[in-house]
Nanobody, 126 residues
Framework: VQLQASGGGLVQSGGSLRLSCATSGFTLDDFTIAWFRQAPGREREGISCIIGRDGSTYYKDSVKGRFTISRDNAKNAVYLQMNSLKPEDTAVYYC????????????????????WGQGTLVTVSS
């Protein structure tokens, strides 16, 4: 199982970015995939996920209505479209995946995931 996040960068407040998570070694339909982020001095937090078996999506309240998670099974990729970005969205963003029932039950908890990609930095300037 491998994951590689990309798409981070510097953007002004109110702008948009789309993060990509390229995957290999597993079938998206069988795994839960989540996006996490970690700002300096803060704990890693789960912000969005998509459940493999039924495609259900979940969002942390702070990003609901602004971020959209999606997947493309043909490209083995998961995306996070981020709109109306705020300075407080500045963080290193990670994608993670797991096939366990725990990941479907607690999809925004980092302990649910065994497989992690490297992070991509998102910086939102005010």
């Amino acid at each position: 199982v491998q994951l590689q996040a990309s798409g981070g960068g510097l953007v002004q407040s109110g702008g948009s970015l789309r993060l990509s998570c390229a995957t290999s070694g597993f079938t998206l339909d069988d795994f839960t995939i989540a996006w996490f982020r970690q700002a300096p001095g803060r704990e890693r937090e789960g912000i969005s996920c998509i459940i493999g078996r039924d495609g259900s999506t979940y969002y942390k309240d702070s990003v609901k209505g602004r971020f959209t998670i999606s997947r493309d099974n043909a490209k083995n990729a998961v995306y996070l479209q981020m709109n109306s970005l705020k300075p407080e969205d500045t963080a290193v963003y990670y994608c993670a995946t797991d096939e366990s029932v725990m990941a479907t039950m607690y999809p925004l908890e980092s302990v649910s995931y065994k497989h992690w990609g490297q992070g991509t930095l998102v910086t939102v300037s005010s």
